[in-house]
Nanobody, 124 residues
Framework: QLQLVESGGGLVQPGGSLRLSCAAS????????IGWFRQAPGKEREGISC????????YYADSVKGRFTVSRDNAKNTLYRQMHSLRPEGTPVYYC?????????????????WGQGTQVTVSS
């Protein structure tokens, strides 16, 4: 059974850094394109990055470009998101999700498997 588990969320001060993990089980992570999404209370879930399975290219939303990076450890079957210069933006929950397409489609609807999410709070 395909499963994704996020971890690493918590409280961090504005301007600080945090690394989230997305561990996969039941499938090989690099065979799927993996997206990271963020959902703040009362708002829609938005895509913020994607790494394609075909060539490992990464894509970032403008709101996080230059501050967030994504990397993949195939030996651990885990994806990481390193976040720097975090801003107070409520208490969003970050999700990772898997898409069988070998490229990043840009559409949330193509991601069929989702983790349970991990919450990040940026506050002083």
């Amino acid at each position: 059974q395909l499963q994704l588990v996020e971890s690493g969320g918590g409280l961090v001060q504005p301007g600080g850094s945090l690394r989230l993990s997305c561990a996969a089980s039941g499938f090989t992570l690099d065979a799927y394109s993996i997206g990271w999404f963020r959902q703040a209370p009362g708002k829609e879930r938005e895509g913020i990055s994607c790494i394609s399975s075909r060539d490992g290219n990464t894509y970032y939303a403008d709101s996080v470009k230059g501050r967030f990076t994504v990397s993949r450890d195939n030996a651990k079957n885990t994806l990481y998101r390193q976040m720097h210069s975090l801003r107070p933006e409520g208490t969003p929950v970050y999700y990772c999700a898997a898409d069988t397409h070998t490229y990043c489609t840009g559409y949330k609807s193509t991601f069929g498997s989702w983790g349970q999410g991990t919450q990040v709070t940026v506050s002083s």
